[in-house]
């Protein structure tokens, strides 16, 4: 059956950096949209990264635009999400997402992860 399994969450300082990482099985990883969504009590659920089938295009939440990169590694069957110069408002539970295999299914998120901690304080 699918799982999406993340890790690397913890608490950092304003400024520093985490590398997410999500362990994808029971389905064909690259054939599918990726993405990294975030949730708070305050806003709830905010989507932040996406990555397509093949990786020919991602696309970022202006809010992470520039600070964040999201990867896939096929032969790993894991998705990344690289956070740089975190800030306190990037504290968030962040839940690894996999969505469709086509543009039109692009947003059909049926299963999600977990989800990790990412608790940004001085």
């Known amino acids: 059956q699918v799982q999406l399994v993340e890790s690397g969450g913890g608490l950092v300082q304003p400024g520093g950096s985490l590398r997410l990482s999500c362990a994808a099985s029971?389905?064909?990883?690259?054939?599918?949209?990726m993405y990294w969504v975030r949730q708070t009590p305050e806003k709830g659920l905010e989507w932040v990264s996406a990555?397509?089938?093949?990786?020919?295009?991602?696309y970022y939440a202006n809010s992470v635009k520039g600070r964040f990169t999201i990867s896939r590694d096929s032969a790993k069957n894991t998705l990344y999400l690289q956070m740089n110069r975190l800030k306190f408002e990037d504290t968030a539970v962040y839940y690894c997402?996999?969505?469709?295999?086509?543009?039109?299914?692009?947003?059909?998120?049926?299963?999600w992860g977990q989800g990790t901690q990412v608790t940004v304080s001085s």
């Open positions: 990555r397509s089938p093949s990786d020919s295009v991602t």
């Open positions: 997402v996999k969505g469709g295999n086509t543009w039109q299914a692009r947003y059909d998120y049926d299963y």
């Open positions: 029971g389905f064909t990883f690259t054939t599918y949209w």
